[in-house]
């Protein structure tokens, strides 16, 4: 019984840890219909910032300022919003399409510098020995980590209440009404760039915020983490919980997490011992189901009512007329 | 009657679980690697040997009276997914150690969240970076780590002893793959070869796949190296020594164990490696339990190893299953503690790699005798930072075939360490 909390506690650790992310695409897809696929870039800034503004002198890479916790991860937020306004500038003005290729080109080159300037990041040898918040007034590694999971809560409800209120905001409404109608919103004086700018730079700082969070929970990094394919799972995180929602960024981020992690052990179960070396091929074709299914039965996801803001009456008011 | 259909089949599901788990008394070890993936190919062999090896302990008797389980999980080659599982392993299915992972970024990450912070122990049979050693030089490992691949250190001195005093070079070049063993290996020979007075006149990384190496190749020919050494895996190393060559470089060459292998001297050629190859090897890949091993594994699935790290996978689920087995274990501190028991003891009873050998330790470990395993990818010394010490074999290419010349004790690589005033 004690394991299942055990395991539980972790696995809700790294969930809310993807959560995050979830929500900050859900600002940057769901409201403003940015359409970035180099999330991955971001949270390695994020992680990479904090582990070196928060490690104590080590060898073979930058670092030993052992900044506190709190300093650190807020290091870690500005760099990736700065990351994030670099790539934003050039390209936000440009059509949907070019700020994908910049974003995926941006997260493969972030990936890149990881493994190749070691004497910043390590190379592939990593940064070890992150620290986490009062490690050392923990005995047992699940009391430890029930605190890391209350601390992970109360950042996920701080970034999801503050999410609601911006969104609920003119300053939201605005976002959508650039992401139904670029033109329109601009013809009433919106200045269409400079809030998808806003947007992305916030959606970004979160995804670094969540990096920072995963560097200090496992402790150590390298770059075999800033593969294309947490891009692709935070993607599927926010499309199964309905994009546009917020809720819905977050349910999705746990369930798919659960999907992502339990089906590997589900089909490890059921399958006898001498074909189990394929089981990781099975458990990917589970995944890819269900998410096919999701999307077929639930094409805006579990929570995704999308609340547009123009479209909705406009169409009600042609069909009056009609 | 959708959901009728659904329940039943939820039911039998819950029923058919536990079932089988109340069969037998079973003894459980986790093993974590990468089944899909970019290491998903070599992944998937490795544990067809972990199986083996597992296979061969319950017919010679299981351990401790109950039968050895593996639980397999897949790491997808992703450090988030692999902690995941690890964590799944040690809490749910309570494993008190666990066989994995290859590369040694997910392996570092399984270390530090999971395996260390449980007091459970964890043997890599393919993670060489030595950022490990490190971790475990300064208390952060706990003592639960070990791993079944050499450790580049030893090597890298050995090689430089061989430029040094044997092919007598005063300058060489440097090509490697930047990954953790290429840039372990690497460094550690930098270190060494400079340490004798001798100059590395480029080192020069490379990032795999790609179709050209010419402009890594140009930047290692400055500086007029008197040698090559070219730290990489076969297919890429033949590219670049084909481009070395075509380039006028000097032709002597320093090559590491990856590039041990016939098919690399048959893709460059032997006419250009005759006599100008000086290689390295942990030598201990010749044990007695080896071909018993090879020709197991080959009656059980039908092909012979296609694999690196498929002899130190089965050699990791043996050390745990023996050390469980010597200190009657079901954790992994208990583990931690006898795993040098049934390895280094020099009063042990050779044990090898085969059913007939398992059936021995079993016998003597009930008798209170001391046993000493073989273990097919090297006799298995660990030292206190949990890295696989033992001999080096030197050897160079005649008539196209590759010929071992010299074997160095770890005495005669502990010595040279030392007086090169390394640590």
């Given at each position: 019984m004690i394991g299942w909390i055990s395991y539980i506690v972790f696995f809700l650790i790294l969930a809310s840890i993807y959560a995050i992310m979830a929500l900050g695409l859900n600002l940057q897809w769901g409201y403003?219909?940015?359409?970035?696929?180099?999330?991955?870039?971001?949270?390695?800034?994020?992680?990479?910032?904090?582990?070196i503004l928060a490690t104590p002198d080590q060898v073979g890479h930058l670092g030993g300022y052992n900044w506190p916790f709190l300093l650190a991860l807020l290091g870690a937020m500005v760099m990736s919003g700065i990351v994030a306004l670099i790539v934003g500038v050039p390209t936000l003005r440009l059509r949907d399409d070019?700020?994908?290729?910049?974003?995926?080109?941006?997260?493969?080159?972030?990936?890149?510098?990881?493994?190749?300037?070691?004497?910043?990041?390590?190379?592939?040898?990593?940064?070890?020995?992150?620290?986490?918040?009062?490690?050392?007034y923990f005995s047992s590694n699940l009391g430890y980590n029930l605190f890391f999971l209350g601390m992970m809560m109360f950042i996920l409800v701080l970034v999801y209440v503050g999410l609601e209120r911006m969104v609920n905001s003119p300053w939201g409404r605005v976002l959508m009404a650039i992401r139904e109608d670029e033109t329109a919103a601009g013809s009433v004086g919106k200045n269409a760039f400079s809030y998808r700018l806003q947007s992305f730079v916030i959606g970004a700082v979160l995804m670094g915020l969540s990096g920072a969070l995963y560097a200090s929970f496992i402790k150590y990094i390298s770059p075999t983490l800033f593969m294309p394919i947490l891009t692709f799972q935070v993607w599927a995180m926010l499309i199964v919980g309905g994009s546009g929602s917020n809720l819905g960024a977050i349910v999705g981020a746990v369930l798919v997490w659960a999907l992502w992690t339990g089906s590997g052990t589900v089909v490890q179960w059921l399958l006898p011992a001498d074909i189990q070396v394929k089981g990781g091929a099975i458990q990917i074709i589970v995944i890819g189901l269900v998410l096919m299914l999701a999307l077929l039965f639930r094409p805006r996801g579990l929570l995704g009512e999308r609340k547009e803001v123009a479209a909705e009456e406009t169409k009600s008011k042609i069909s009056n007329i009609q | 009657m959708r959901k009728t259909y659904l329940g039943l089949a939820v039911s039998v599901a819950l029923g058919a679980m536990p079932l089988a788990a109340h069969a037998a008394c079973t003894s459980p070890i986790g093993v974590v690697m990468p089944l899909t993936g970019s290491l998903g190919v070599l992944g998937?062999?490795?544990?067809?040997?972990?199986?083996?090896?597992?296979?061969?302990?319950?017919?010679?008797?299981?351990?401790?009276?109950?039968?050895?389980?593996?639980?397999?999980?897949?790491?997808?080659?992703?450090?988030?997914?692999?902690?995941?599982?690890?964590?799944?392993?040690?809490?749910i299915?309570?494993?008190?150690?666990?066989?994995?992972?290859?590369?040694?970024?997910?392996?570092?990450?399984?270390?530090?969240?999971?395996?260390?912070?449980?007091?459970?122990?964890?043997?890599?049979?393919?993670?060489?970076?030595?950022?490990?050693?490190?971790?475990?030089?300064e208390g952060k490992t706990g003592g639960y780590w070990f791993r079944t691949a050499p450790s580049d250190a030893l090597q890298g001195v050995a090689m430089a002893y061989v430029a040094h005093s044997q092919a007598k070079l005063k300058r060489v070049a440097v090509i490697y793959l930047n990954n953790p063993y290429g840039i372990g290996l690497a460094n550690r020979f930098k270190q060494a070869f400079t340490a004798y007075g001798d100059t590395v006149t480029a080192m020069v990384p490379y990032n795999p796949k790609q179709p050209s190496y010419r402009s890594?190749?140009?930047?290692?020919?400055?500086?007029?190296?008197?040698?090559?050494?070219?730290?990489?895996?076969?297919?890429?190393?033949?590219?670049?020594?084909?481009?070395?060559?075509?380039?006028?470089?000097?032709?002597?060459?320093?090559?590491?164990?990856?590039?041990?292998?016939?098919?690399?001297?048959?893709?460059?050629?032997?006419?250009?490696?005759?006599?100008?190859?000086?290689?390295?090897v942990p030598g201990s890949t010749k044990t007695k339990s080896l071909p018993l091993v090879k020709a197991a594994f080959k009656r059980m699935y039908g092909h012979g190893f296609t694999q690196p790290y498929d002899t130190n996978t089965y050699d990791a689920v043996a050390v745990i299953?023996?050390?469980?087995?010597?200190?009657?274990?079901?954790?992994?501190?208990?583990?931690?503690?006898?795993?040098?028991?049934?390895?280094?003891?020099?009063?042990?009873?050779?044990?090898?790699?085969?059913?007939?050998?398992?059936?021995?330790?079993?016998?003597?470990?009930?008798?209170?005798?001391?046993?000493?395993?073989?273990?097919?990818?090297?006799?298995?010394?660990?030292?206190?930072?949990?890295?696989?010490?033992?001999?080096?074999v030197v050897w160079r290419v005649k008539k196209g075939k590759i010929v071992d010349v010299e074997t160095m004790s770890p005495g005669q690589i502990a010595k040279i360490t030392k007086e090169l005033g390394l640590k």
């Open positions: 403003t219909g940015l359409f970035n696929i180099g999330i991955v870039g971001f949270f390695a800034v994020g992680a990479y910032t904090f582990s070019y700020l994908a290729i910049a974003t995926i080109g941006i997260a493969v080159s972030i990936q890149l510098i990881a493994n190749n300037l070691s004497w910043l990041t390590g190379g592939p040898q990593g940064i070890y020995n992150i620290p986490q918040p009062l490690a050392n | 998937q062999e490795n544990v067809k040997t972990a199986q083996l090896a597992a296979a061969q302990f319950n017919k010679a008797g299981g351990i401790n009276g109950c039968t050895l389980q593996l639980k397999i999980a897949d790491s997808q080659t992703q450090p988030a997914i692999a902690v995941d599982a690890a964590k799944k392993l040690v809490d299915s309570h494993v008190p150690a666990i066989v994995g992972a290859l590369s040694s970024g997910v392996s570092m990450a399984i270390l530090t969240s999971v395996t260390a912070p449980s007091k459970v122990v964890q043997i890599s049979p393919g993670s060489t970076s030595p950022a490990f050693t490190q971790l475990a030089k890594e190749v140009t930047q290692a020919l400055q500086g007029n190296p008197q040698a090559l050494f070219l730290v990489g895996y076969p297919t890429e190393g033949a590219t670049i020594m084909r481009e070395w060559i075509s380039n006028g470089g000097a032709n002597t060459y320093l090559f590491p164990d990856a590039l041990n292998s016939p098919q690399f001297v048959n893709n460059v050629g032997a006419k250009y490696l005759d006599g100008h190859v000086w290689g390295t299953a023996l050390a469980m087995e010597a200190g009657k274990c079901s954790t992994g501190t208990c583990i931690k503690d006898h795993i040098r028991d049934v390895t280094e003891n020099p009063k042990g009873t050779p044990i090898l790699a085969s059913i007939k050998g398992f059936k021995k330790a079993r016998m003597l470990l009930a008798e209170g005798k001391p046993i000493r395993y073989i273990g097919a990818s090297g006799t298995l010394q660990f030292n206190k930072y949990g890295d696989v010490t033992g001999p080096e």
